[in-house]
């Protein structure tokens, strides 16, 4: 028997699950919260990371590519990441010393294998889809008591929008200000922005993808190193080189930049095949893999900029900077010179997590689908309405 909510304001356990673009690993947290809706209060308990063994992150890869693998590949692969989640579930309450069956709610992204947001012809259809793995079914088996929702995109794009970013309406939960224009910027494979203008309405918030986060930098690192390195940590082969200005100014010329919001991409789009035009040009012209990093993550930086100055109704007069982006500090220097007049601050000048935001977001959209709440931002997926996100299993 499922959970029973006695009271919206009963505080009670909710676990977030998210695994990214990059395939990276699984993030997993533990939160208390209570209420719903714009009286959501949570706090956070317990985190955990555990990356995917190299050889399982390069077949993630590889059938995201869209290049490889075939039904049964993604059949298995959809089990065997339910049973690591599920798995990651039971590790979490096991570290924060609380009962499995004290639970209340489960929210999983899943792992995305394709997202395709604009429509192609297929079979004489104009048709949007997107694919989202890690069978939630694995995990209500673990945790009986609990409502598990997964799934979350498709009933966006039902509603004709693009399924992401599917943070601004938790952002607009947990950072709205009443003085002061708030942007939040998350770099994790692709980069995402949320603006919240002063006062803001749920219908005034706005989202898109802003380009590549990490992933460009973390292909070229992964290239470099023949995959001994997944990322550049601390920005260090970032800080060994110098930007090619020739290269920023050939990548700043990507039609990505000029299309205007709602819009979104991945792997689909700055993925292996982007990534390998980079590597090619960069011999072509001579630029050595130090320089290429530094001009990836200036990349990075600029499509941030592009995006405020050129998209951006209202300009934030503070932009949290979240996800493993925030990390390096190197992007992040190359942020604040792009945005001199803007104050650029991570996640934890404001005594929060970067690592655990997202798995955090999840746990909460879980919590509305769960009250019935409309939990999709349609200023941000260009959605035609507000929807219910989320598919629930209930024991």
Not at 194 to 199: A, D, F, K, Q, Y
Not at 246 to 255: E, I
Not at 258 to 274: M, Q, T, V
Not at 278 to 290: A, Q
Request: aromatic share 8%; hydrophobic share 35%; charged share 20%.
């Amino acid at each position: 028997m499922s959970y029973q909510y006695k009271s919206p304001e009963e505080e009670r356990y909710a676990i977030g699950l998210m695994s990214g673009t990059s395939a990276d690993g699984i993030d997993a947290v533990l939160i208390s919260i209570s209420g719903y809706s714009t009286n959501t209060k949570f706090k956070q308990i317990a985190y955990s990371s555990e990356p995917y063994p190299k050889e399982l992150q390069e077949h993630i890869l590889l059938l995201a590519g869209g290049q490889s693998g075939g039904s049964e590949e993604i059949c298995k692969l959809n089990f065997l990441l339910g049973e690591l989640f599920a798995g990651q579930c039971v590790a979490l309450c096991e570290k924060a010393g609380i009962a499995r069956e004290k639970i209340a709610v489960i929210g999983s992204h899943g792992q995305t294998i394709w997202h395709q947001p604009s429509k192609e012809m297929y079979f004489g259809h104009k048709i949007s889809s997107t694919l989202q793995i890690g069978e939630a079914s694995l995990i209500a088996e673990q945790f009986p008591n609990a409502y598990v929702v997964s799934d979350f995109r498709v009933r966006d794009m039902a509603a004709g929008g693009l399924g992401a970013p599917l943070v601004p309406y938790t952002e607009y939960l947990l950072y709205r200000d009443e003085t002061r224009c708030i942007g939040l910027q998350n770099i994790g494979g692709i980069g995402n922005i949320t603006i919240l203008p002063p006062r803001a309405a749920l219908s005034d918030v706005t989202g898109f993808d802003t380009g590549p986060g990490n992933m460009l930098i973390d292909a070229m690192v992964a290239s470099y190193t023949g995959g001994a390195l997944r990322y550049d940590k601390d920005g260090q082969m970032a800080a060994a080189g110098k930007v090619s200005e020739k290269m920023l100014l050939w990548l700043l010329k990507d039609p990505y930049i000029d299309i205007r919001p709602p819009k979104n991409s991945g792997r689909e789009y700055f993925g292996e095949r982007y990534a390998r035009r980079i590597f090619d040009y960069s011999c072509k012209h001579g630029i050595s893999k130090e320089d290429v990093v530094a001009t990836v993550t200036m990349y990075t930086a600029k499509t941030i900029e592009i995006s405020i100055n050129r998209y951006c109704r209202y300009k934030p007069e503070r932009l949290i900077i979240g996800g493993g982006g925030s990390f390096n500090p190197v992007l992040m220097s190359d942020i604040r010179k792009c945005l001199p007049k803007i104050e650029v601050i991570t996640n934890e000048a404001l005594g929060l997590d970067s690592d655990s935001k997202e798995a955090v977001a999840f746990a909460i959209l879980a919590n509305e689908a769960v009250y019935g709440i409309a939990n999709n931002a349609p200023s941000a997926t260009g959605a035609r309405h507000p929807v219910v996100m989320g598919k629930i299993i209930r024991c």
